[in-house]
């Protein structure tokens, strides 16, 4: 291939197109974020939110997760800080099993797990907030880790279509909410 003037011209960061790609390409953090408006209460959101017993038996791509250490709660309260999960989950053909633990949670309105998996730390964070009559389901994903690792991963989570599976989550979620 013949480089053209246009492969040199400075992009939007003030890079050439093609360093600006590879920049971005191998950038050490990664961030997906998707939102679903819901036309249910926010309390109805929230309550599918955190009953976690129903994501493997609503989301294709959850196998399990389970409690380590301890018993399910008996009051039902799985989200409390500090609290260890393990969770597997379909990846394309891969099945990857994450020790998660909570860090976050801001009753009726928050809750986040931290993860580190092949040498990526990674936070999963959902948040409920009022829409009107209804309200707004957020899922955020931040990935952090070595400049290789991450550049795949964005492969990876192309190809494996990663925004939609996170897509249909939301829309399980809001399923539950609508009718529980």
Known sequence: MIASPQMFRRGSSGLPPVREALARLFDPHLVIRRSLPVA???????????????????????RWVRPIGEPPPA?????????????????????PVFTLTVVEVEEGRRVAWAAR??????????????DG???????????????VIMAIARVVFRIFTVERMTD??????????LDP
Do not use: K
């Not at 249909?168 to 909410?177: C, I, K, T, V």
């Open 40 to 62: 249910a209460p926010t309390q109805a959101v929230w309550e599918a939110l955190i009953d976690l017993p129903r994501w493997p038996v609503r989301d294709r791509y959850i």
């Open 75 to 95: 009051d039902g309260r799985w989200w409390v800080l500090g609290r260890r999960y393990r969770e597997q989950v379909r990846r394309g053909p891969f099945l």
């Open 117 to 130: 998996y092949l040498w990526v730390n990674a936070v999963h964070a959902w948040e409920v907030e009022p």
């Open 133 to 147: 009559d209804g309200a707004i389901l957020t899922s955020e994903e931040s990935f952090t880790g070595p400049r």
């Open 168 to 177: 249909r989550q939301l829309e399980f979620m809001a399923g539950d909410a």
